[in-house]
């Protein structure tokens, strides 16, 4: 039986301006990602993402990003080593303590937007964040980009891995996801997004962007909550999974 965890990044509202549509992801998804106020959100949001998590029975995992509001934490930084870890610690502290009040723990970290994409790779960056996880708490899984920088940085730090692949995403040769504003940046097609995914999660591979196939482990799939067919991709992406005999469960169960 193959086992996969469904993610999405949510919580991204910020006051007065609503992104996505969470209440009606979330318990499509396993895991749900959740902006800690650096790149989105605010603390009435984060209160209330975590209350439509804890409802929904989702498991629930941190999403820092850049502090960026402006540009949505996708502009890239230059931040010292020991800024990207007080960053990291500074997002993943604010959210476990509202998650706490609520009765929640924190599965897991994944990285947004720039810094997730800087990190994956850069080592020295990944080492930042990855310290700052775990020593906060070294039982959180630390969620990324498949094959890299991020992943190798997670496991020196003792942390548990999961490997991401995106369900909406092209990819390069060498397994970096093609940048947003190049042309096969984004999968569009809802069939052609379920047969990549399960080609990713049953052989370990994914066609990249010059045609070639590339090995890709798929712990975790992450789908965009923001998009225009953002929720009529989830469905179709667990109908095509369930159909495949794929079981959709949480990074907990996958990584045991």
Excluded: W
């Excluded at 949505?72 to 993943?92: C, D, P």
């Excluded at 040769?173 to 990713?200: C, H, P, Q, T, Y």
């Amino acid at each position: 039986m193959y086992k996969v965890d469904v993610n999405s990044d949510l919580g991204e509202s910020y006051g007065r301006y609503t992104l996505g549509m969470d209440e009606r992801i979330i318990p499509l998804i396993s895991s749900a990602n959740v902006a800690c106020g650096f790149h989105a959100a605010d603390p009435v949001v984060m209160m209330k993402t975590i209350k439509s998590v804890k409802e929904a029975g989702t498991q629930i995992g941190a999403h820092p990003g850049f502090p960026d509001l402006m540009g949505f934490g996708r502009r890239n930084m230059t931040l010292s080593f020991e800024e990207a870890k007080a960053y990291t610690l500074y997002q993943i502290s604010a959210l476990s303590g509202m998650c706490q009040a609520q009765g929640l723990k924190l599965q897991h970290v994944k990285p947004h937007g720039a810094l997730y994409n800087m990190a994956a790779k850069d080592y020295e960056l990944s080492r930042a964040i990855c310290e700052a996880v775990a020593e906060f708490d070294k039982d959180i899984i630390m969620l990324g980009l498949s094959g890299s920088e991020t992943i190798r940085a997670a496991k020196d730090c003792g942390l548990k891995v999961a490997q991401e692949v995106f369900a909406d995403r092209g990819y390069e040769e060498d397994g970096s996801l093609v940048n947003r504003n190049k042309d096969g940046a984004f999968i569009k097609d809802e069939n052609e997004a379920i047969a990549r995914v399960v080609r990713m999660v049953k052989e370990g591979k994914v066609t990249a962007i010059t045609g070639k196939d590339i090995a890709i482990q798929a712990d975790s799939i992450c789908v965009h909550g923001d998009g225009e067919k953002a929720l009529l991709f989830v469905e179709r992406i667990r109908e095509g999974l369930e159909n495949e005999g794929v079981e959709i469960c949480s990074l907990k169960e996958v990584c045991k």
